[in-house]
């Protein structure tokens, strides 16, 4: 068994998050809107080390299996990840994340004078996925395409 | 006539209208221009548009309760927002569902960018956008291509200027993305500092062959319509670079003499100092005409909003 299974411990059931690009764990959780308020267990793990040189982060979430729509979320904050799905300690499921269509919540609207940053309305934010190959997101009500350089490090999280 | 595609639908961005959904617009504004006004006024008999302005307008507001009353209709709404609950801190939300409640189609005008796609998702009605923030203008757009084709005959193969505040103008960007449906020559002149956003314009740009500089002199005698906008200086953060900007460009006769014969001068009004009333009863000046247009293209597409079975 690698170093990197054994940080955290194995989940009979649940779903593990793996090679999370290093330091993006976080705001995976927060995209998920996992904050631990269900009272379910999740353990994250922070610059595990991965390869010779490289760190990745890792969220086990117990007793709780993320569908498609959820994980696709990441595909822009942490585009390397696999999703594993276990079942009675067994993977019975691994998929890659794959980029939906349209992304709620996850990325602020970077234009100031855009509806969904006024605090007063209750709206979330709805990015378009405009164009899969330079990944340029447009905000659903204002129009204006946020800026992607970048964009997985950027400390703007909404939600 | 083909179904009316406009039927309980809203007007939010000009990017929700294709060219056929424009020209379908064109043709009822003809339509609605064309009848005696007796008949005009069964279009919409016993209608009411509610309208919600959280900015000024002089144009936009009444031309839309001059439409609707040209239609038979009334109106109601709020046009200066201190007198209403939105002064105690109601929501945007909370008054357009209210606002609904009592009016067919609603026509709203706010400072936030995409304040009417959000107020389209919470309305139990028909919302129309009136100007939202820096973002968009669309009934000014469909009111400017109308012009331009009444006026020039056509809009494929003009060349068309555009000075002035192209950053903050929301008319510009939905102008622009309308034009984006023809096949148009645009050139765009402004300060260094009121260029046109290029985050606003990321997808006229594959649509839209246009040139942007700062003078738009060499390209005067090109222009078939010199569209001019005002340098506003409410959407300034900061004063002085308003002050810095602002007589940057003022259309007078020198530059009228070297527009080609036939070319118009369009503006969305209201002007401060950027185009001379000594222009104002020359035959390229068609900007008060530009505004008579409006009225109908407003009329058009409220009776489109309506009535299913159009007009």
Partial sequence: ?159 | MAANSFFGRDVISVRDLDRRGLEDVFGAAERVMAMPAAERREVARGRTLGYLFYEPSTRTRLSFQAAMASLGGSSLGISDVASSSASKGESLADTVRTLSIYADALVLRHPLDGSSRFAAEVSGKPVINGGSGTEEHPTQAVQDLFTMRREKGRIDGLTVGIIGDLKYGRTVYSLLRALGNYDVKVHLASPESLRIRSDSVYDIRKRLDFTESEQMDDRVGELDVLYVTRIQKERFPDEEEYIRVKGSYVVGLDVLRRMKKGAIILHPLPRLDEISPELDGTEQARYFRQAEYGMHVRAALLALILREEGV
């Fill in chain 1, 1 to 159: 068994m690698r170093e990197s299974e054994l940080i955290v411990r194995r989940i009979s059931e649940g779903t593990v998050i793996d090679h999370i690009d290093e330091g993006m764990g976080l705001r995976v959780l927060g995209a998920l809107g996992i904050d631990g308020g269900d009272g379910g267990l999740t353990t994250v793990a922070l610059n595990v080390p991965s390869g010779k040189f490289k760190k990745k982060d890792i969220i086990k979430i117990e007793d709780r299996f993320l569908a498609d729509d959820d994980t696709n979320k990441l595909a822009v904050i942490a585009p390397r990840a696999t999703v594993n799905i276990i079942r009675n300690y067994k993977l019975a499921e691994k998929r890659r994340v794959s980029l939906p269509n349209e992304i709620e919540r996850i990325f602020r609207c970077s234009n100031p004078d855009c509806i969904t940053n006024s605090g007063r309305e209750h709206i979330e934010s709805v990015m378009d996925v405009i164009d899969r190959e330079v990944l340029a997101l447009k905000c659903r009500y204002c129009g204006r395409i946020l800026d992607v350089s970048g964009i997985g490090r950027a400390p703007a999280a909404a939600g």
